[in-house]
Nanobody, 125 residues
Framework: QVQLVESGGGSVEAGGSLRLSCAAS????????MAWFRQAPGKEREGVAA????????YYADSVKGRFTISRDNAKNTLYLQMNSLKLEDTAMYYC??????????????????WGQGTRVTVSS
């Protein structure tokens, strides 16, 4: 089992920045591929970014490319999401996920076995 705990959400004005963190514990071999998802009210959960431990390969949704950066500190078993130039449409609950084999089809939520409880991000004008 893998336990994931997110932190760092909050309220920010459009154009601002936030950094999310996700602390992982437990069966860390299950965290080779980790990702951030988000879900806005009335919408499906969507993949934001993913990172694979092997070579630190990263993946991004088109909507966040150039604005968000995913990274990980393997020594601390912690995942990060640096979010810059935030837009109103980035408002959502953000979830940390792990357990997708080799990050194949990382953007599909059912491919991830472990989930955190979420942290809310609100962007205002």
């Amino acid at each position: 089992q893998v336990q994931l705990v997110e932190s760092g959400g909050g309220s920010v004005e459009a154009g601002g920045s936030l950094r999310l963190s996700c602390a992982a514990s437990g069966y860390t071999a299950g965290t080779y591929c980790m990702a951030w998802f988000r879900q806005a009210p009335g919408k499906e959960r969507e993949g934001v970014a993913a990172i694979y431990i092997g070579g630190g390969i990263t993946y991004y949704a088109d909507s966040v490319k150039g604005r968000f950066t995913i990274s990980r500190d393997n020594a601390k078993n912690t995942l990060y999401l640096q979010m810059n130039s935030l837009k109103l449409e980035d408002t959502a609950m953000y979830y940390c996920a792990a357990g997708c084999p080799y990050c194949i089809d990382w953007y599909r939520a059912p491919n991830f076995r472990y989930w955190g409880q979420g942290t809310r991000v609100t962007v205002s004008s």
